[in-house]
């Protein structure tokens, strides 16, 4: 293993960044016979830098010392604060917020099981794609990726029964009125959505038809009937998702995972353990349930 120059520790499979400076790994390599030297940053040092003519050493001063401050948590100096201010980027939600942070702790999950955060090209639209061995995975957040979960309403032409008539007609008087009141033309459907994340998992980088799918969803709350509602709503996800035809007629394994803040649930992934709950309380910890991962790629 190489070792960081910076911090003179071995670098990891999964190791990317140094813990002490923050400089990328990605291209070092060094031999593991002769490690470099850790750097220690005394007073004295730093004192010189901060006094020195040389704007150069002045400037790295100032910028150590606002990191340092920035890792203590004083985000109440001015220059730190107006420092977050320009570059942090905060959702205005908080369910947001939640979505996001359950995501990279499924990532984490991912890196656990030895699958690697490869780089992704600009405008793409998957978040994250992870590597392993074998298998190649592709991560959407609030976008379908290469399913559709759209069921148009002519799915049922051809059927006479009195509930279908029925729905018909909302859907005619829906049309009707929405023009009437708004202007606008609408889109009828029997199911249209998305979960909020979708694992599309691939046997080749080449992408051609997922082995595996996990979907998704996420919930901000600890209300059980919320519960209810996510579960029922990732059912009919997995029931309608599609790629040339419903993925459940095909051989494609479909996994759901529900995650709420709190919920607290009899089993983690109870009947064929196809579908998972986590509370977000579980998220944290070192390593956590991976039922919702497919076996394959454990």
Known sequence: ??????????????????GSFGQA???IADSESNPPMAIEIN????????????????????????????????????????LLSDTLVVPERLPRLFEL???????????????????????????????????????YHDRSG??????PLLELDGVEEDYVER????????EELVDAFLGDDTRHSLFSGRPDIVFEVYDSPRRE??????????????????????????LEYIEFAQQDGYLTDQDIESRGLLITDGVESNMVAPLDGHITHL????????????????ERLR
């Open 1 to 18: 293993m190489p070792y960081c120059p910076n911090c003179g520790s071995q670098v990891k499979a999964v190791h990317h960044y140094c």
């Open 25 to 27: 790994l990605s291209e």
């Open 43 to 82: 007073r004295r040092m730093l004192n010189t830098a901060r006094t020195a003519r040389q704007s150069l050493y002045t400037d790295a001063y100032t910028y150590y010392d606002r990191y340092r401050r920035l890792l203590a948590g004083a985000y109440d100096d001015d220059d730190i604060s107006e």
């Open 101 to 139: 942070f359950c995501i990279f702790r499924l990532l984490r999950g991912f890196s656990d099981e030895g699958f690697r955060l490869h780089p992704i090209e600009s405008g793409s639209n998957p978040l994250a794609s992870l590597e392993g061995d074998q298998h190649t995975v592709d991560v």
């Open 146 to 151: 290469e399913l559709s979960f759209h069921v």
């Open 167 to 174: 729905i018909r007609h909302i859907q005619h008087r829906h």
């Open 209 to 234: 038809i997922p082995v595996s799918v996990i979907l998704a969803e996420i919930k901000y709350s600890d209300s059980p009937q919320t519960f209810k509602s996510g579960l029922e709503e990732l």
């Open 279 to 294: 509370s977000a309380a579980d998220l944290p910890a070192e390593r956590f349930s991976t039922h919702w991962i497919p």
